[in-house]
């Protein structure tokens, strides 16, 4: 996950499997959009895939997808062999008949720190959403009704359980997604995809349904993209040296300023250009200690002051001295 100024995240795109299929180590079938690795399917068809498919890995490989995220909702199914998933700091093995289900942006990683021998199918679908409180958006060709749909998002949104064990009907949808990406001169192949598709969603939603989950709609409110944000800041020199204003930072949350304001005092007590002075001054010690080949200025500048006498004047408020007296202490 890599933040950025004007997108608070910026989805991965597998480099490393990319790599291990040009080098002949991985066989890979898979129809994308938007970079994902696998055939490019016209921007018409299946809009809002970003990429179904599947791997098939016949020996050890010496790479892994390490933690990143996917702009869209990433279910997988592991077929044959096992494979590390981590999620939420856990480390699981997953066996044949493993079902996982990432929310878009969760981070999430494969292989301890390589992936082992297997087959693994994936949808990773776009739901239009960039911050976890944003409505979410299925493509038109969904086949669920509206209500549906609204009850699907709820149960895939609110949902903290990433792993399941796949029944023989869900997992039955990926192989013949499997079998219909590797025909392509199947007759009408992209409507029996997006029958499938539509099959294989519909199948998950019963068995959520079935399996009664425990739901936590804490996932999507305004304060978890707030905090999300105001995470990924901390210790992070190239957001720190950002010129943040009240105003940018709410944008990057996807809020209004007052309403940002406001859960930015609930999550820190402070506001948040006094939250942002208060990361830099912290990195800003860091460096102090750490760095210290490193000039003031320059640490100054790393952490987003413009003038090492403006630096001096904020962290003498904060730490009770100058950065030069903190460095010699």
């Known amino acids: 996950m890599s933040p950025s100024r ?27 959009h938007g970079g994902y690795p696998g055939t490019p399917l016209p921007a018409s068809q299946l809009p809002g895939v970003l990429s179904v498919g599947f791997w ?3 020996g050890p490989q010496d790479w892994g997808l390490g933690q990143h995220c996917n702009e869209g909702i990433e279910i997988t199914y592991l077929e044959t062999g096992t494979l590390a998933f981590t999620v939420a700091g856990t480390v699981t093995e997953l066996h044949p008949g493993s079902l996982t289900i ?8 494969l292989g301890n720190p390589q992936v082992g021998p297997g087959r693994l199918h994936w949808l990773i679908l776009d739901v239009g959403i960039r911050k976890p409180h944003q409505r979410w958006q299925w493509p038109a060709w969904l086949l669920l ?8 998002t709820e149960l895939l949104s609110h949902n903290e359980t990433p792993i399941w064990s796949v029944d023989a009907k869900t997992a039955s949808y990926f192989i013949q997604i499997a ?25 998950i939603y019963e068995t959520l349904i079935e399996r009664n989950i425990p739901l936590n709609p804490e996932l999507t409110t305004s304060q978890r993209s707030a905090r999300l944000f105001l995470e990924s800041i901390k210790g992070n020199h190239a957001l720190l040296a950002q010129p943040w204003t009240a105003a940018t930072m ?7 300023i007052t309403h940002f304001t406001k859960v ?15 990361q830099r001054v912290e990195t800003a010690a860091r460096l102090l200690r750490q760095q210290p080949h490193l000039s003031i200025t320059d640490i100054a500048l ?20 100058t950065p030069k007296h903190f460095r010699q202490r």
């Open 56 to 58: 098939d890995i016949k």
């Open 264 to 278: 930015c005092r609930q999550l820190t007590n402070m506001t948040p250009l006094e939250y942002i002075n208060d």
């Open 179 to 203: 079998e219909l990406i590797q025909t392509p001169d199947k007759i009408a192949r992209i409507s029996a995809l997006a029958v499938c598709i539509n099959g294989l969603l519909l199948s």
């Open 250 to 256: 709410a944008e990057q949350c996807g809020l209004g």
């Open 145 to 152: 009704t509206a209500e549906d749909c609204k009850h699907l």
């Open 102 to 109: 990432t929310r878009p942006w969760q981070p999430h990683a």
């Open 6 to 32: 004007n997108k608070t995240y910026q989805a991965d795109r597998c480099e490393p499997l990319v790599r291990a299929v040009s080098a002949g180590k991985v066989d890979l079938h898979a129809l994308t």
């Open 302 to 321: 790393q952490t987003g002051f413009n003038t090492s006498q403006y630096f001096s004047t904020v962290f003498h408020r904060h730490k009770k001295c």
